[in-house]
């Protein structure tokens, strides 16, 4: 199963209006509008000065629920001394 997130706009007459979706499902955002697909990397999310437009703080919301049953960076970068 392909959980995987990706960040997808909406337009707006001022701007853009950027969203988390589904890989599975990327014209319908986490928070349930409906977006088009970007190939803007999620590791962009946020990242205002980069991208001209607002960023869905329910979708922010959202997205960090879907990821807190993963393991955190810090645990799988994780190497024991031998
Ligand atoms: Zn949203």
């Known amino acids: 199963m392909n959980d995987e997130l990706i960040i997808s706009q ?4 001022e701007g853009f209006e950027f ?3 589904s ?3 990327p014209t319908t955002s986490l ?3 409906t977006v088009i697909p970007t190939q803007i990397q999620p ?3 946020g990242v205002d000065s980069a991208i001209e437009g607002r960023w869905c703080e329910r979708c922010e919301t959202l997205a960090r629920k ?3 049953p993963d393991p955190g960076p810090e ?3 994780y190497a024991p001394c031998i």
């Open 19 to 21: 969203h988390y979706a």
């Open 10 to 13: 909406r337009s707006l007459q």
């Open 75 to 77: 645990d799988a970068g």
């Open 66 to 68: 879907r990821k807190v």
């Open 23 to 25: 890989a599975e499902v």
């Open 43 to 45: 590791m962009f999310w």
């Open 31 to 33: 928070c349930g509008t």
